[in-house]
């Protein structure tokens, strides 16, 4: 009987095995935001867990070690250091893009002084032409007549022809 439940508790366990391979089998996708996190936090776990291997690897080797231990060590550390080159780029282009908006912002700061002192130029250049020009008219004599003031008016005949 024991058999029996052996086989049994066997025989259920192979049936819900298609379950777990069918979990695993599901369609894995990241976009944007959700693949950047992800690829730095299992980067990071990978080079946690690949220096700690790597230390207690290179302990077993200082006492025995055969030709295949040493190049899956170099192996280990080739692994590790490719997953620390991921993470320098990720942080490289960060820093890049931050730097590249400063410049822009700054850029576009410089601009709108530059344009705001020119714009101030141009508007007290215009106060002081104006001005110049008010003085100088008011020494020209005034050629409308005021009002209740005489102007003599001359006519001149036309000659009689007869």
Same mark, same amino acid.
């Given at each position: %009987?024991? *058999?029996?439940?052996?086989?049994?508790?066997?025989?259920?366990?192979?049936?819900? +095995? &298609?379950?777990? #391979?069918?979990?695993?089998?599901?369609?894995?996708?990241?976009?944007?935001?959700?693949?950047?996190?992800?690829?730095?936090?299992?980067?990071?776990?990978? #080079?946690?867990?690949?220096?700690?291997? =790597?230390?207690?690897?290179?302990?077993?080797?200082?006492?025995?070690?055969?030709?295949? /231990?040493?190049?899956?060590?170099?192996?280990?550390?080739?692994?590790?250091?490719?997953?620390? $080159? =991921?993470?320098?780029?990720?942080? !490289?282009?960060? *820093?890049?893009?931050?730097?590249?908006? /400063?410049?822009?912002?700054?850029?576009?700061?410089? +601009?709108?002084? !530059?344009?705001?002192?020119?714009?101030?130029?141009?508007?007290? %250049?215009?106060?002081?032409?104006?001005?110049?020009?008010? #003085?100088? $008219?008011?020494?020209? &004599?005034?050629?409308? &007549?005021?009002?209740?003031?005489? #102007?003599?008016? *001359?006519?001149?005949?036309?000659?009689? +022809?007869?």
């Amino acid at each position: %009987m024991a *058999e029996d439940d052996t086989v049994n508790d066997l025989l259920a366990q192979l049936h819900q +095995t &298609p379950e777990t #391979i069918k979990k695993v089998r599901e369609k894995f996708e990241l976009e944007g935001e959700d693949l950047e996190q992800f690829i730095l936090e299992y980067c990071g776990r990978l #080079i946690k867990g690949s220096v700690e291997s =790597v230390e207690e690897f290179q302990d077993k080797l200082d006492y025995a070690s055969t030709a295949d /231990e040493v190049d899956a060590l170099a192996s280990l550390i080739r692994a590790s250091s490719s997953s620390v $080159d =991921v993470l320098t780029k990720i942080l !490289n282009a960060r *820093e890049k893009n931050k730097n590249a908006k /400063e410049v822009t912002q700054m850029k576009i700061e410089s +601009t709108d002084q !530059n344009v705001d002192k020119a714009i101030g130029a141009r508007l007290q %250049m215009n106060r002081e032409d104006l001005l110049k020009e008010l #003085i100088e $008219d008011s020494k020209k &004599p005034d050629p409308i &007549p005021v009002e209740g003031s005489v #102007i003599d008016v *001359e006519l001149e005949e036309e000659p009689k +022809t007869s």
